[in-house]
């Protein structure tokens, strides 16, 4: 007696809306139910779910029923149609040949395919090219669309501007009342008080991140919407005009504030560094920073960005440059012309001299 195919449905659908309905995975659970059971087959597992139709996406499910077959657990694959197969011709020759070489068998509904037939492997690749095709076509329309929308001025993707509202009836934006006033109360505790964002948030149930965002970037008048789509070639920013929660004084206040918080250290250094942030990295220009290792031991370092990393014992420098200070007072003559640019002072007094001669000859000039 002929032992019973083993199949692994393949059951998809391109969006989260069909998911939701369920729609099109019931029809499809549905035909290839039927079909396995025409076959006198039976099913190791169904794969099946939501994935993103276009092209070069990552495909979970489809990664999963491969994975499956290199361990053996099935005879065949089978799909509703070869649109729910692949819709990349490239990663669909691929696994076609895993599956050529694993001796796994390919059926369309109750229709095999015989992927070593080069006419039905022409049809399987044609028909996966066309299914390509309609994709990626779909997803080209569809960042088109949006755009466009956009530039009409409403919300075409991404996260809409906290605190107001799109009307679709009459297509304006409109605030929020009650988150209005929100943030007016947050931004006033904030400007008025020395208070963190990281607990200001919670107070308000919302992330201190994400308050520290709205409140400097997200209260004014403009909104930008980004679309981006390396496949058709698209980078496009749209700023549209919505109503402002804050008045622009306010907003530059609370950014204003906001780093300047970032830079005082409210605590007091516990490790004091004379020189932080006046000596400089010679190579990139930007002021050294002070550190300290588990030890106690200070140092002044350059910070991340510089490609050269070093570290200078702070002791060491900071004598050494006291040292030079020291002596360059102690010496009359030296802090003369350190005072005076390296010039003699007798230099610098004739030209002072010369200077205001000029001056009253001019002056008796003018009287």
């Known amino acids: 007696m002929e032992a019973k195919l083993i199949f692994a449905p393949l059951v998809r659908v391109s969006t989260e809306r069909s998911e939701r309905q369920g729609e099109s995975l019931r029809t499809q659970h549905e035909q290839l139910s039927t079909a396995i059971a025409s076959l006198g087959g039976e099913v190791y597992k169904w794969y099946e779910g939501q994935e993103h139709s276009t092209p070069d996406y990552e495909r979970r499910i489809l990664e999963e029923l491969m994975a499956d077959a290199q361990a053996g657990r099935f005879d065949a694959v089978i799909v509703a149609d070869l649109s729910r197969w692949s819709r990349d011709n490239g990663r669909s020759k691929q696994d076609t040949r895993t599956l050529q070489d694993l001796g796994i068998r390919f059926f369309e509904g109750a229709r095999e395919l015989n992927l070593f037939d080069p006419a039905q492997a022409f049809i399987l690749g044609m028909g996966v090219e066309v299914a390509e095709f309609f994709a990626s076509q779909q997803s080209y329309k569809s960042v088109i669309n949006r755009i466009a929308r956009a530039k009409q001025g409403g919300p075409a993707c991404g996260k809409r501007p906290y605190g107001r509202i799109w009307d679709k009836a009459t297509k304006t934006w409109k605030i929020d009342p009650e988150k209005q006033t929100k943030i007016q109360k947050i931004a006033k505790l904030y400007l008025e008080s020395d208070i963190s964002w990281n607990v200001l948030g919670p107070m308000f149930g919302m992330n201190g991140a994400s308050l520290h965002k709205t409140l400097c970037y997200r209260c004014g008048d403009e909104w930008e919407q980004q679309f981006i789509s390396k496949r058709h070639g698209i980078d496009e920013t749209v700023i549209i005009k919505i109503p402002r929660l804050l008045s622009e004084a306010t907003i530059q206040a609370i950014r204003d504030k906001s780093e300047g918080r970032n830079s005082w250290d409210k605590k007091g250094q516990k490790h004091p560094y004379l020189f932080a942030r006046i000596i400089f990295d010679a190579e990139t220009g930007k002021a050294l920073t002070g550190t300290c290792n588990s030890k106690g031991v200070r140092y002044y370092k350059p910070y991340l960005g510089c490609k050269h990393r070093y570290q200078v014992n702070a002791d060491v420098l900071e004598r050494a440059v006291l040292s030079e200070l020291f002596e360059v007072i102690g010496c009359?003559?030296?802090?003369?012309?350190?005072?005076?640019?390296?010039?003699?002072?007798?230099?610098?007094?004739?030209?002072?001299?010369?200077?205001?001669?000029?001056?009253?000859?001019?002056?008796?000039?003018?009287?």
Not at 346 to 353: C, E, M, Q, Y
Not at 354 to 363: F, H
């Open 332 to 367: 009359k003559t030296s802090l003369r012309e350190a005072v005076f640019s390296g010039s003699p002072i007798g230099k610098v007094a004739d030209k002072i001299r010369a200077d205001l001669q000029t001056k009253m000859g001019e002056r008796v000039q003018v009287e």
